[in-house]
Nanobody, 115 residues
Framework: QVQLAESGGGLVQAGGSLRLSCITSETMFSFNVMGWYRQAPGKQRELVADITNGGTTNYLDSVEGRFTISRGNAKNTIYLQMNSLKPEDTAVYYC?????????WGQGTQVTVSS
């Protein structure tokens, strides 16, 4: 059974930084794409950033230049470095792996940015 587990969320003041981690039970290269999504209360889940097997990255416009998705040296970890955080970044952040038409989700980690 494929499992993804996020960590690194927390409470931070506006302008601060956090780094989220996602550990997968299988090598990240078994997925075509891995990504970070977020869902704020009362809003739909949205893509924050993703990275393909080939290393191509894609970002939500509002986080471009502030967030960076990357792969760890271990073949089962991806990160989301979040800098210059804003209150509107407050949400539950989810890690997702996609392969063969199936999405695999982690349980989410809460990020709260105070003003």
């Amino acid at each position: 059974q494929v499992q993804l587990a996020e960590s690194g969320g927390g409470l931070v003041q506006a302008g601060g930084s956090l780094r989220l981690s996602c550990i997968t039970s299988e090598t990240m290269f078994s997925f075509n794409v891995m990504g970070w999504y977020r869902q704020a209360p009362g809003k739909q889940r949205e893509l924050v950033a993703d990275i393909t097997n080939g290393g191509t990255t894609n970002y939500l416009d509002s986080v471009e230049g502030r967030f960076t998705i990357s792969r760890g040296n271990a073949k089962n970890t991806i990160y989301l470095q979040m800098n210059s955080l804003k209150p509107e970044d407050t949400a539950v952040y989810y890690c997702k792996g996609f392969r063969l038409g199936i999405n695999y989700w982690g349980q989410g980690t809460q990020v709260t940015v105070s003003s």
